[in-house]
C-alpha cells in the first residue's frame, strides 16, 4: 500500500498568491493531521480531523485551513501566503484520534514563500 | 506551557551504544513516542511508553520514568544507517502529539 502521500514535493511561491498542499491516505484512517516542522523547533501541529466532516485548530492554525469531504483526503490551503509560512509541511494519520495510536507520516511538502 | 527538552545533537561511534535522553513538562500524559528522521524524509515511528520502564525492541530500548518526566532511547550497537534525528513526542490530555525539537546523532566510523 502507499500509506500517505502528498503532494507536491516541493513549491516556491510568492507572498500573497494561494496554495493548495494535497495529503491522501490508503488506510482508512479516521484522524488526519497536518504539521510544520521548522529548523530548532518541534513539530507543531496547525490542524486536525478526527474523522471525516470535522476538523479542529492545533497549535498555530493561523493564516491555514483545511477540509475533509471524505476519508482518504486532507487538503491544507494557504489563502495568502506569507514569508514566515517557508516550512517543511508534513501529513500525518492515526487509526483515532482521541487514543494513543502511532502517528504515520506523508513524505513532506517543502514550501518557500518569497 | 508544555515543554519536551532533548539534546541538539549527539555523537557517536559505531558499533558502541547512546543514549539519547528527553525530559517534558506537559498537561497530562497519554504517553510518549520515540521517532527516527532521516534528513530530508518523513519521520517514522519507533516506539511507545505509557507506563514506567524499559521497552525493547532489537537494537533500539526505551526507558519512561512518569514520576520524574523523564524518557531515554538507547540505541546499541549502531549502525552508519542510524545517523538520524531522533525526535521524542509525548501523548498530553487532550491525545495532542507535543514534540521536542529532536536530537541530532552523528555516527562516526
Known amino acids: 500500500t502507499a500509506g500517505i502521500t502528498q503532494a507536491p514535493t516541493s513549491q516556491i511561491l510568492a507572498a500573497g498568491r494561494s496554495m493548495t498542499l494535497r495529503c491522501t491516505q490508503d488506510?482508512?484512517?479516521?484522524?488526519m493531521y497536518w504539521y510544520r516542522q521548522d529548523l530548532g523547533l518541534g513539530l507543531r501541529l496547525i490542524h486536525y480531523?478526527?474523522?471525516?466532516?470535522?476538523?479542529g485548530k492545533g497549535e498555530v492554525p493561523d493564516g491555514y485551513s483545511v477540509s475533509r469531504a471524505n476519508t482518504d483526503d486532507f487538503p491544507l490551503t494557504l489563502a495568502s501566503a506569507v514569508p514566515s509560512q517557508t516550512s517543511v509541511y508534513f501529513c500525518?494519520?492515526?487509526?483515532?484520534?482521541?487514543?494513543?495510536?502511532?502517528?504515520?507520516f506523508g513524505p513532506g511538502t517543502r514550501l518557500t514563500v518569497l | 506551557g508544555q515543554n519536551i527538552d532533548q539534546p541538539t545533537e549527539m555523537t557517536a561511534t559505531e558499533g558502541a551504544i547512546v543514549q539519547i535522553n528527553c525530559t517534558y513538562q506537559?498537561?497530562?500524559?497519554?504517553?510518549l513516542f520515540w521517532y527516527q528522521q532521516h534528513a530530508g524524509e518523513a519521520p517514522t515511528f519507533l516506539s511507545y511508553?505509557?507506563l514506567d520502564g524499559l521497552e525493547e525492541k532489537g537494537r533500539f530500548s526505551s526507558f519512561l520514568s512518569r514520576s520524574k518526566g523523564y524518557s531515554y532511547l538507547l540505541l546499541k550497537e549502531l549502525q552508519m544507517k542510524d545517523s538520524a534525528s531522533y525526535l521524542c513526542?509525548?501523548?498530553?490530555?487532550?491525545?495532542?502529539?507535543?514534540w521536542g525539537a529532536g536530537t541530532k546523532l552523528i555516527i562516526k566510523p
Open positions: 513526542a509525548v501523548m498530553d490530555s487532550n491525545y495532542q502529539l507535543i
Open positions: 511508553n505509557v
Open positions: 506537559t498537561s497530562g500524559f497519554n504517553g
Open positions: 488506510m482508512r484512517h479516521n484522524a
Open positions: 480531523s478526527n474523522t471525516a466532516g470535522t476538523t
Open positions: 500525518a494519520s492515526s487509526e483515532h484520534q482521541r487514543d494513543t495510536d502511532t502517528q504515520y
